[in-house]
T-cell receptor, first 116, second 115 residues
Framework: DTGVSQDPRHKITKRGQNVTFRCDPI?????LYWYRQTLGQGPEFLTY????????KSRLLSDRFSAERPKGSFSTLEIQRTEQGDSAMYLC??????????????FGEGSRLTVL | AQSVTQLDSQVPVFEEAPVELRCNYS??????LFWYVQYPNQGLQLLLK??????LVKGINGFEAEFNKSQTSFHLRKPSVHISDTAEYFC?????????????FGTGTKLQVIP
């Protein structure tokens, strides 16, 4: 396994359109996270899955955002009716639950969204 | 809740000069501390981490950081930077939140190495 992969790497869309991003975590990792990163900011937490259960959602995740991890493996993040303010890098990360759980995250290369 | 402050948004430094990137954190519980590096249009990559034990932690690419509990700091240092170190550096702190280690990132410091 080569790491966390995200698709697509870049997406340009018009305001009002729906977009979906996919994340494939490291295969043995049962925890998966979505972050959003805008220019000049650090990654901001959006949501967290343990296996297929979505255990935490940030207040940043408006009703237009939905994330799923149906079989506890890959995850999708969908944004409906995109707005220009949604333009950002969407980062996926994974980690392995364990006795020595430190919070170390393994990131994908991100999906950059541009809303025109 | 925990927070991370990176006071320097940009740090220019000449090649082969030393550099220090500052990070201060606040937390009411024990934490783990991390530095991640992000190259343009890429995700974040772990540089180093402090979990316990020796307060001086060595990471990849010649970087090191020192955990100072009394000053709640975790500054990143490199004695001699290279052009390839030009990137954005994020300090992060994790603390237990509902059964998992929740990560909080700083706003990042852009290191620009000048030839």
């Amino acid at each position: 396994d080569t790491g966390v992969s995200q698709d697509p790497r870049h997406k340009i869309t018009k305001r009002g359109q729906n977009v979906t991003f996919r994340c494939d975590p490291i295969s043995e990792h049962n925890r998966l996270y979505w972050y959003r990163q805008t220019l000049g900011q650090g990654p901001e937490f959006l949501t967290y899955f343990q296996n297929e259960a979505q255990l935490e959602k940030s207040r940043l995740l408006s009703d237009r955002f939905s994330a799923e991890r149906p079989k506890g493996s890959f995850s999708t993040l969908e944004i409906q009716r995109t707005e220009q303010g949604d333009s950002a890098m969407y980062l996926c990360a994974s980690s392995l639950e364990g006795i020595q759980d430190t919070g170390e995250l393994f990131f994908g290369e991100g999906s950059r969204l541009t809303v025109l | 809740a925990q927070s991370v402050t990176q006071l320097d948004s940009q740090v220019p430094v000449f090649e082969e000069a030393p550099v220090e990137l500052r990070c201060n954190y606040s937390s009411s519980v024990s934490v783990y501390l991390f530095w991640y590096v992000q190259y343009p249009n890429q995700g974040l990559q772990l540089l180093l981490k402090y979990l316990s034990g020796s307060t001086l932690v060595k990471g990849i690419n010649g970087f090191e950081a020192e955990f100072n509990k009394s000053q709640t700091s975790f500054h990143l240092r490199k004695p001699s930077v290279h052009i390839s170190d030009t990137a954005e550096y994020f300090c992060a702190v994790t603390a237990n939140s509902g059964g998992y280690q929740k990560v909080t990132f700083g706003t990042g410091t852009k290191l620009q190495v000048i030839p």
